[in-house]
């Protein structure tokens, strides 16, 4: 049968039709087709409650600012804001004091010795963060294993229960695993042979260890720390069970407001100020951390 030039008219058709501009609008896009349902998860989850959180600090009791002015003329409020920030701060910075040279010492050992170390990180993950905090109060408490120890071996006791350093100790045990990830993560893909090439060419050490691989490591440092810095800022559980009157933060005021006051305007006019301010320091910190790592790049 010979085919009439009539018979590809209708693919033809179809073909312009499919490629027409209009309909190439509604095609559906493989990236983002996948990432709806964690969207829409996100929306549902995080999305929708944040609202509520943001138009009740505005409209309970009534439709104004008024929570915020609260907040802010409260010298209370204050301290305690910047008491959360402080101890964050602290956190992020003890995490990465010892985070730095368990995920470099993950780089350099033998398989069998990496899995041991990868499980060490991730074994707090399947323990429930009250159980961990509990030990610590065991172990920081005044007749606890930790003042044992000194007294046995004729130094004072420490305390260390109720106590800011207590809070901070506690937090940076949960909180390591999430700075020590992100940077073996960087630190596996940076090349090993760096170091012996620069100490070939008369660089110490030290010197090639700092000049070299540090930059190549400041992005997973940087990730660590944001992660660490935004979990720290609210916590609750650990706080409340190390620490005491003089080391709350913003959270357990959120709680006390929320829960045994039953005032949602209020606990969400703090909520509110603590999300501002992080975005805040992350929109100045952001610039300066990429900044900073592309000189270091070109340094290197």
């Not at 944040?50 to 505005?58: A, D, E």
């Not at 956190?91 to 499980?119: E, K, S």
């Not at 940087?222 to 559980?237: E, M, P, W």
């Amino acid at each position: 049968m010979t085919a009439t030039p009539d018979d590809g008219a209708p693919n033809a058709a179809a073909t312009d039709l499919a490629q027409s501009p209009f309909l190439s609008r509604f095609r559906p896009r493989g990236p983002v087709w996948l990432a709806t349902p964690a969207l829409l998860v996100l929306l549902v989850v995080l999305a929708y409650p944040l609202g509520i959180v943001v138009w009740r600090s505005f409209s309970d009791p009534a439709i104004g600012i008024d929570n915020y002015v609260w907040f802010f003329q409260s010298a209370v409020n204050r301290a305690v804001l910047q008491r959360t920030f402080v101890v964050a701060a602290w956190v992020t910075l003890a995490c990465l004091i010892c985070a730095y040279p368990y995920a470099y010492a993950m780089t350099i050992v033998g398989r069998n010795m990496r899995l041991a170390l990868i499980l060490c990180v991730l074994v707090p993950f399947w323990l429930s963060g009250v159980v961990r905090t509990l030990a610590w109060v065991i172990l920081l408490q005044d007749s606890g294993v930790i003042n044992s120890i000194l007294r046995g071996i004729g130094l004072p006791p420490v305390k260390l229960i109720r106590t800011l350093p207590g809070v901070v100790i506690g937090m940076t045990q949960v909180l390591l695993p999430f700075m020590i990830l992100p940077i073996y993560s960087v630190m596996k893909g940076i090349d090993t042979r760096l170091l012996p090439a620069a100490r070939s060419l008369g660089a110490k050490p030290w010197k090639a260890f700092l000049q070299i691989y540090v930059p190549l490591s400041l992005p997973g440092v940087y990730a660590g720390a944001i992660i660490v810095f935004i979990l720290s800022l609210g916590f609750y559980i650990t706080p409340a069970l190390l620490g005491g009157p003089r080391s709350i933060l913003l959270s357990s005021l959120v709680q006390n407001q929320v829960l045994s006051l039953l005032n949602w305007g209020r606990g969400g006019a703090m909520g509110v100020v603590l999300l501002v301010a992080t975005f805040l320091l992350l929109a100045i910190a952001a610039p300066l951390m990429r900044q900073k790592h592309t000189a270091s790049r070109r340094e290197v």
